[in-house]
Structures are given as structure tokens and as C-alpha cells.
């Protein structure tokens, strides 16, 4: 039963499953795969202070190598839903394009997937090895009980991945642009700056909190923290916010607030970023006092260009007659997790609406995605 990607796009597209919420859009996609002879595994996970979320893992096959494709049916907020010129999940086509909140990301790429797994067995049966499907319900959340939860789950049980694609978004402006083989880590700091409050008339009674976290958040957007690697660009800081909340003119604030992001490279972890950033801000601090908390959404890695990229590269090429750039610009992705199991590389649709009003994708990006799938799917059981 061969499966039809943009009517399938289509039905995923009308489950509203915006994060946490499950829509009905994992139930459909078991629904399907196990028509295909897919065994699913249902895995919900659940933490204290945090929603309950439901996953899926599909594997067809018990013999290794293991080929996985990696995603996620959940979805962001439509936003203001007057703004749209279509319904957020109406999965409407007009003038051959596919409107809906989750085409692009990454509801299109998973039809693909599956609709190029449909194509593999109905010309050439069952691979010699097994084809699963990693999908979570909790990408565009915290990505606490999804994907990181998932994989060590899975491990217990004696699953083992080969090799994985990802279905993220990686192209910035037409299919076959960029396969993305790898991603910058992402690390978020918050500083608290703590003064003396006091009155501006006499300065120096008072400790301003607002002039020393100027002071250390110029130390940080001065620090050139690298030129890049081999294959990543250099590492970027960025504030997010300066919070102070003084309502009066005639008050020195005693306490100053901010938090940065950086995304860095290769060169680097999240534990020496972390040293580099204390040394600096306590070089820069004098006799202030300042707390500093860290968290790591995830650490840099880098999948070398190999079998799995290439065999991408040439199934891009082959159906639409570019060759992609290898890249690890951008975001991050669950790929950041599942670098620890298997190589991984990210590969989807482009990127440009995801997340935006009017969601939407050419229905001839979904028909060569599926080709570019249902190639590399070929490829990779026969070099196996």
C-alpha cells in the first residue's frame, strides 16, 4: 500500500496537537505504520512540574542495521488565528501549496517519510535489516519528556539505532540546499547583579546594580570567544534581557538582572564556556556581587561527512539537481540527543514559514522529499 505524502500531510496537519496536546496526530501515524507492518510502542513520559507527554517508536524489522528517521508531531501555537488566510490546520491547498500549522515543521516531512517507506515495500519488499520512526510529542516544548527520555527507554529494551535522519527544516530556500550534519551547542546564562539601593542624589551612598551589570555584560559582547572550526562558524553571544524594574527616576537600583545566550562550536563544552564565563565575570565584577546560574540546552556535535550525508547529497541531487551545502548553521534539534546512540544528520523541508502565520509548502516539495527519502532509504540497505 503505497502511501500519498500530501494527503497524508494533510491529515496530520488537522490533528491540532500544539504542544503537549497529542491531537490525535501519534494515534493516526500508528494507525498507518501499522498497516504497513510497523510494531509500535507507545512511550508517554511524565516529570514533576512539567506537562505529560506521549511518544511514539515504530520499527519495522528486527535485524540490524537499523535505519531511523527521527521527529516530532507536535506543533507550535498558531498565533493570532485572525492573521491566517487559511485554517491553522485545515491542511488546505491552494495554487499548489500546502497551508497548515506543522507542514513545514515537521508534520510534511514525516508523510514523506513514510510514504517513501510505503514505495521501498511495494517495489522491493522488506529491507534486509529494519526501518523505525523516533517521534515525540515534545520538541517544541521543553523537550523533557520526549526524545531525551525516549532513547534511554528504548536502550533498556535492547533497541538499537544504525543511523538516524532527522526531519527537521534544513533548507533556507529550496529543497536541496543543506543537509545539516551537525549543531551548535546552546548554553543560557542568568547573572543577578546585587547593589545597594539608594537615592541618585547622592551616588555615592549607594552601590548601583545597574551600572556594574553594564559592566560585566559589556565583558561578555566584547569577548570574541572563537573564529570557528573545520565545519562550524564561530561561536555567537547574544543578551536576551536586561531586567532591572526600577519605576522611579531618583532611585540607584540595588538589584540588576540579564540573561545571554551563546551558541558555540566544537571547540568547546558546556563546562569550559561555563569556567571562561566566571573568570571573566569576576575579573569584571571589582568588589560587587553577582550570582551566576548556567543551564545547557545541549552540547555542539558533528556528525563527519560520511556514508549517511552522502548518500542524502546524492539522493538530493538526483531528484532535484542540486547538490547540498554540508552545514551546521542554524538552531538546534532532538539530533542533539540522539548524536550519543547512532551517526545522525538532519535533513527536511524548508524552513522559511515554520513557526510563522500561513505555514505552508510547495505540494512539489513534498513529492521530492519523498523521492529524496525513498532514495536514500534504497541506498542505505544496499551498501549495508
Not at 78 to 89: H, Y
Not at 316 to 333: H, I
Amino acid at each position: 500500500m503505497a502511501i500519498d505524502p500530501i494527503q497524508f500531510t494533510q491529515d496530520l496537519i488537522r490533528c491540532p496537537s500544539v504542544t503537549p496536546t497529542e491531537g490525535g496526530a501519534l494515534d493516526l501515524l500508528q494507525t498507518v505504520l501499522e498497516e504497513l507492518g510497523f510494531t509500535c510502542t507507545r512511550l508517554p513520559f511524565s516529570e514533576e512540574g512539567t506537562d505529560d507527554v506521549d511518544n511514539l517508536y515504530a520499527r519495522l524489522g528486527t535485524g540490524l542495521p537499523n535505519l531511523c528517521f527521527a521527529g516530532h508531531t507536535d506543533v507550535v501555537p498558531v498565533g493570532t488565528e485572525a492573521s491566517w488566510t487559511s485554517q491553522p490546520f485545515g491542511g488546505e491547498i491552494k495554487d499548489g501549496v500546502l497551508h497548515g500549522r506543522g507542514a513545514v515543521d515537521m508534520k510534511g516531512a514525516i508523510a514523506c517519510w513514510v510514504a517513501a517507506v510505503s514505495q521501498v515495500l511495494e517495489k522491493s519488499g522488506h529491507p534486509d535489516g529494519s526501518i523505525s520512526l523516533l517521534i515525540t510529542g515534545d520538541e517544541e516544548g521543553p523537550s523533557i519528556n520526549g526524545t531525551k527520555k525516549m532513547l534511554p527507554a528504548l536502550a533498556e529494551r535492547g533497541e538499537e539505532l544504525s543511523a538516524c535522519v532527522t526531519g527537521e527544516p534544513t533548507n533556507p530556500t529550496s529543497l536541496g540546499e543543506m543537509v545539516k550534519i551537525g549543531r551548535r551547542g546552546s548554553l543560557n546564562g542568568y547573572i543577578s547583579v546585587h547593589g545597594t539601593q539608594g537615592h541618585t542624589g547622592y551616588p555615592h551612598l549607594a552601590d548601583n546594580a545597574a551600572h556594574r551589570i553594564v559592566d560585566l555584560l559589556k565583558v561578555l559582547t566584547d569577548w570574541e570567544i572563537d573564529q570557528g572550526s573545520e565545519h562550524f562558524q564561530p561561536s555567537t553571544l547574544a543578551i536576551s534581557t536586561i531586567d532591572i524594574g526600577n519605576t522611579a527616576t531618583n532611585i540607584v537600583p540595588g538589584e540588576a538582572k540579564a540573561v545571554f545566550n551563546i551558541r558555540f562550536n566544537d571547540l568547546h563544552s558546556g563546562a569550559s564556556l561555563t569556567e571562561d564565563i566566571k573568570k571573566r565575570l569576576d575579573a569584571a565584577i571589582g568588589d560587587g556581587r553577582y550570582d551566576l546560574d548556567i543551564t545547557i540546552s545541549g552540547e555542539s556535535f558533528l556528525t563527519p561527512p560520511g556514508q549517511l550525508s552522502t548518500l542524502i547529497a546524492d539522493a538530493c541531487e538526483a531528484a532535484t539537481g542540486q547538490r547540498p551545502e554540508l552545514s551546521t548553521t542554524g538552531g538546534t534539534s532532538d539530533s542533539r540527543f540522539i548524536k550519543d546512540y547512532c551517526p545522525v544528520v538532519d535533513f527536511g523541508l524548508v524552513g522559511q514559514t515554520m513557526h510563522k502565520v500561513d505555514e505552508r509548502v510547495p505540494v512539489a516539495d513534498l513529492e521530492n522529499l519523498t523521492e529524496i527519502y525513498r532514495r536514500v532509504i534504497e541506498g542505505y540497505f544496499q551498501a549495508a
